[in-house]
């Protein structure tokens, strides 16, 4: 993986949604973890918000988002999983415009890497809504580093050689 030094960064504009029936801002390690990974990065926090799983309240905050323009990347954290609770899947595929399918398989690939076969119980997605990307990982701090560190870190870096998904942003349109 490149980074080429000599382009100049765009930070993004991002939004975390923390889907879970039990957590609060105070002990969201999961939102807060993708919070320091993104602002470390060189990009804003631009909002910060947790819905519990359903699937009409993970939609309402989503498009809520989508219709903001100045939000760039959305990333969800939680109900990806395969229990009954677990609907944040169902949620995006009703509000996406198309769905990114290398994301959930490249995250799986790696997530093998660490904790083999359990992996399969992952529903990690990615689609476009809009002009906005939604990235949806699990909702463990390990998965969620392992999502920014080995994939998000990458492709939302404009700098990202040989392609990123922010070159593709005035194109989504």
């Known amino acids: 993986m490149t980074i080429d030094e000599s382009i100049k960064f765009i930070p993004c504009k991002i939004c ?13 390690e999961s939102g807060d973890l993708l919070v ?5 990065a060189g990009h804003t926090l631009y909002s910060r918000s947790i819905a519990i799983d359903e699937i009409d ?9 989508i219709n903001d323009p100045d939000v760039n990347i959305i990333i969800t954290t939680g109900g990806t999983g395969i229990t009954k609770r677990d609907v944040t899947p169902e949620a995006i595929s009703l509000i996406s415009d198309k769905i990114i399918d290398g994301f959930g ?24 809504s809009g002009n906005t990307y939604i990235f949806s990982v699990p909702g463990s701090p390990n998965a969620c580093k392992d ?27």
């Not at 975390?16 to 969201?28: A, G």
């Not at 320091?36 to 470390?40: H, V």
Request: aromatic share 8%; with cysteine; net charge positive.
């Open 147 to 173: 999502a920014w560190d080995e994939i998000l870190k990458f492709q939302l870096d404009n700098r990202h050689k040989p392609c990123n998904f922010i070159e593709l942003i005035p194109r989504l349109d």
């Open 16 to 28: 975390i949604l923390t889907i879970s029936d039990s957590r609060e801002e105070k002990n969201d």
């Open 57 to 65: 309240e993970i939609t309402i905050k989503l498009k809520t988002w």
């Open 105 to 128: 398989e490249l995250f799986r690939m790696i997530s093998y890497q660490k904790i083999g076969t359990s992996t399969l119980q992952s529903r990690a997605i990615a689609c476009v």
């Open 36 to 40: 320091n990974r993104l602002q470390k």
